[in-house]
């Protein structure tokens, strides 16, 4: 686990609706996942959730009456103002809370959400959104990315990709979604689940992604796809994030995540983006896997390897790369 100076940890549950994600959730926490966890569930619409359902948490709050990505931004920004606030505030270090669930709702984009979050002044210093999970369902999912403009958003923001339901789907069809998935995600872990439990996913090397439309009819400009950027150890720590910042408020729309571990002299950082948001570096301690360190993999579409580097090159000069 990484050490988050102090801030609490949010991870973003998403997917669209009907994906499973609360069914996910609910087994998670009876399962003793995110001990300790407050759990934020948001409704769009304006009903009251079954308390039952996500029984397992000791914490949870309702933010209904409309979607935190969107209407209800400011709904969620004060909630979590308010936590941050408590937090700060409380005399008992028994138990400080350090990990927030925020189930969204199924029409929510998480991307929005992590942009919200992390553009906040305040709430930059208390809250770092440490992972997206994704449910996808695994019977309707395929037709979902066909014609949503909406589940195709989810996905690419995604960190982890639960696929759900997956006994309930044809062997072919289920390895098109997976492949399919894969490429348009290249850096989230997958794993399946039937009703909340994890279940294993059948080896789909073989499997082709479908090339999906845009809604005119036309294919997309280019699949989204991974490229590993290889830093130097002497690279300038703040030349680069200028840089990165530069290059995402140029192209922000094509590059959808930013995720790798730079070594600077502060310590070991990770660095996250999402769309044009540059998430505030987390220190990593210094133990650990460190082969990875210095290596950035930037996801998205219509750029090449040697573009970004010559690009880079050109801003921090002749280290770097
Ligand atoms: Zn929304």
Redesign the pocket.
Known sequence: MSDTDGRIRLIILGGYLGSGKTTWLRHQLHDGQFQGALVIVNEAAETAIDDALLGGSDRLAVLAGG?????AKHDLIDLLRRIADDRSRAVSTDSPLDLIVLETSG???PG?IVEAIRSDPVLVYHIVVSEVIVAVDGLHGMSQLRSEPLSRHQIEVADQLIVTKTDAVEQNELTLLLATLTAMSPGAVMSGAVKGVSHSLPEFNDAIAETLQDFAGQELKAPISPTRLYLDDSIDWTAFTVWLSALLYARGNDIVRVKGVIRTPAGRLLLQTVRKIVQSPEILPEQGDTREDNIVVMIGRGFTHAQLTKSLQHFVGSQGV
């Open positions: 979607c935190v990505c969107c209407a029409l929510a984009d929005a």
